[in-house]
């Protein structure tokens, strides 16, 4: 059984830092892609940061130079520090991963995690 376990989220004034932590079980996480989302109410759910496998990384304009994603493929998780906090990224934020391969992606596609709310706040 997949599990994405996201942690880490909570309340925090303007200009602090969190790091969310997102475990993954069930699957092989050392060729799969990661990332994290997030959705703020009212709005769609959007892209925050990727990391492939080999660890190259990609940002929402919005996030560049704030956060930074990377992996630990012997503790299967994904990070996200996140430096420098604005309200506008209060959310909840969503692990998500899916293995590179597009024929295991076609069979299997991709999995979520259940979220954790991120309040940044004075």
């Known amino acids: 059984q997949v599990q994405l376990v996201e942690s880490g989220g909570g309340l925090v004034q303007p200009g602090g830092s969190l790091r969310l932590s997102c475990a993954a079980s069930?699957?092989?996480?050392?060729?799969?892609?990661m990332g994290w989302y997030r959705q703020a109410p009212g709005k769609q759910r959007e892209l925050v940061a990727t990391?492939?496998?080999?660890?190259?990384?990609n940002y929402a304009d919005s996030v560049k130079g704030r956060f930074t994603i990377s992996r630990d493929n012997y503790k299967n998780t994904v990070y996200l520090q996140m430096n420098n906090l604005e309200p506008g990224d209060t959310a909840v934020y969503y692990c998500?991963?899916?293995?590179?391969?597009?024929?295991?992606?076609?069979?299997?596609?991709?999995?979520w995690g259940q979220g954790t709310q991120v309040t940044v706040s004075s």
């Open positions: 069930g699957i092989i996480f050392s060729i799969y892609y």
């Open positions: 998500n991963g899916g293995p590179e391969n597009p024929l295991l992606y076609a069979a299997g596609g991709d999995y």
């Open positions: 990391i492939t496998s080999s660890g190259d990384t």
